[in-house]
């Protein structure tokens, strides 16, 4: 079994920066691909990020594109993420999640919830306007 430890969050204001840090444990990190999710308050989860096993693939939300950064360390079985350029509309619970490590994807990763298997408890994050 795989467990996803996520930190990080709090409460920040418009344009600052927050570096997120998901600690996997109980599987093998460098054979899983990865993922970042958030849910705000009344909305249903989204794709934030993800990343293919080596980091050599990623994907980024629209909303998120060129102010976001996913990044992962294999020897640390930690994956990140780096926000900056904050908006109240980041505001919401940010979760990693895991895939199998059987599961392979066309690119690396995948955007799709289902495709993942193993998730963290969330860390909240909440941008003041």
């Known amino acids: 079994q795989v467990q996803l430890v996520e930190s990080g969050g709090g409460l920040v204001q418009t344009g600052d920066s927050l570096r997120l840090s998901c600690a996997a444990s109980?599987?093998?990190?460098?054979?899983?691909?990865m993922g970042w999710f958030r849910q705000a308050p009344g909305k249903e989860r989204e794709a934030v990020a993800a990343i293919s096993r080596s980091g050599g693939s990623i994907y980024y939300g629209d909303s998120v594109k060129g102010r976001f950064t996913i990044s992962r360390d294999n020897a640390k079985h930690t994956l990140y993420l780096q926000m900056n350029s904050l908006k109240p509309e980041d505001t919401a619970v940010y979760y990693c999640?895991?895939?199998?490590?059987?599961?392979?994807?066309?690119?690396?990763?995948?955007?799709?919830?289902?495709?993942?298997?193993?998730w963290g408890q969330g860390t909240e994050v909440t941008v003041s306007s």
């Open positions: 999640a895991a895939a199998e490590t059987t599961r392979y994807f066309t690119r690396g990763w995948s955007s799709r919830q289902r495709d993942y298997t193993y």
């Open positions: 109980g599987g093998t990190f460098s054979r899983t691909a």
